[in-house]
């Protein structure tokens, strides 16, 4: 099974087989390598550079429904060198029109999964975002995990914006194979689309709350509940106001069925 990159609802996905996750990492590197000693990336912040990004995006279906009305994350979505389907509505959905069969991974095991690759290959992780314990915590767990993953920096969530220029210059200096970014900092994912054309030609991957699963904050849902597509109920335990997400749930239903009846791409 080759790596394919489809359009649902005009938004890119990517169905990526478990066993060619580490080579299509590899890949990456290489390609963010060629570029560099090619010296074709361009000034930094160009929209050619954007182009260059090794970003990863791991896709929900809010995220797919704000890549439609959101210009910004539609171009971040677009450029990304990988779109990884975490939802199981836009594993349907990608089957309901296409008829091809995605696969969809569960964030934490992704990130693990990606940080093994790293490992065998004896790569560098930078961590920003998060609260200077759990990042003192995450960098712990992960040395016991990966010994061989070297980590080449981290900085906490929540610095000034006059500091954000020397912060990106340290990340460019330390040149990391990954750049794991958490909450806490300014524009989330959106900051990774910022200072793109700035950073070194490594993968870069927004973490969301992932931070805190790996410094033991908080639980994933367990892989039962994550496969039968149930892990929104984890949350929505958390936040009763996601039970909102009916509506927008349903506008998406709505959308499949008109782009199945008038195909549009």
């Known amino acids: 099974m080759d790596i394919e990159r489809v359009s649902l609802l005009k938004v890119p996905i990517d169905i990526l087989p478990p066993e060619q996750l580490a080579e299509r990492i590899y890949e990456l590197l290489a390609a963010g390598k060629t570029q560099a000693a ?34 910004d994350y539609r171009s971040y979505v677009l450029k990304a060198a990988l779109v990884i389907p975490i939802s199981r509505s836009l594993q349907s959905g990608i089957r309901f029109l296409t008829g091809k069969t995605a696969v969809r991974y569960m964030p934490f095991d992704f990130v693990i999964s990606l940080l093994t690759a790293l490992e065998e290959r004896e790569f560098t992780l930078y961590l920003i975002g998060g609260k200077a314990q759990t990042l003192r915590k995450i960098e712990n767990n992960i040395r016991q995990t990966f010994p061989r993953l070297r980590i080449v920096g981290r900085y906490q969530g929540g610095f000034k914006r006059q500091d954000e220029p020397s912060i990106v210059e340290a990340i460019r200096k330390a040149s990391p194979s990954l750049l794991l970014v958490g909450k806490g900092v300014r524009g989330e ?32 849902p367990s892989r039962q509940t ?38 549009k791409e």
């Open 189 to 220: 994912e959106q900051w990774i689309a910022k200072y793109t054309g700035k950073l070194n030609q490594g993968i870069r991957l927004w973490c969301s709350d992932l931070y805190d699963v790996f410094a033991e904050r908080k639980h994933r």
């Open 226 to 263: 994550f496969e039968r597509g149930w892990e929104w109920m984890t949350y929505c335990f958390r936040n009763p106001l996601l039970y909102f997400r009916i509506f927008p749930y349903m506008y998406y239903k709505i959308l499949l069925l008109i782009y199945k009846i008038f195909p």
């Open 38 to 71: 090619k010296g074709s990336a361009v000034q930094a912040g160009s929209p050619a550079g954007e182009r260059q990004a090794q970003n990863i995006v791991l896709l929900s279906l809010w995220d797919l429904l704000r890549a439609r009305r959101n210009n």
